[in-house]
């Protein structure tokens, strides 16, 4: 294998530009992680309370579990958004 092969080709690599890359695709992932910790506790808090709610008063199983469900996808949609918002900033920052 040639050394001075690799050394060419990294001596032409713009380091700003793949460090701009870089930093862009960590921020994406640190921003949706982040993003995702609040829904991750919410859906937790939301199945975790249904589970006490139904022992507590089994009659009422349907109509707890359609709320359920409800704040199971308003709770996830904030996930949805953060990765979007994430998304665009990654794709339109200069």
Do not use: H, N
């Not at 793949?18 to 919410?42: D, F, N, Q, S």
């Not at 579990?65 to 920052?93: K, P």
């Amino acid at each position: 294998m040639d050394v001075s092969i690799i050394t060419t080709l990294a001596q032409a690599a713009d380091p700003q530009e793949y460090g701009r890359k870089a930093g862009k695709a960590i921020a994406l992932g640190i921003g949706a992680g982040l993003g995702t910790i609040g829904p991750g506790v919410g859906v937790g808090f939301i199945f975790g309370k249904v589970i006490e709610s139904v022992t507590r008063q089994p009659e009422m199983r349907d109509e707890i579990t359609s709320i359920q469900w409800l704040g199971f996808a308003l709770t996830e949609a904030i996930i949805f958004y953060a990765f979007i918002f994430g998304l665009i900033a990654f794709f339109l920052s200069g």
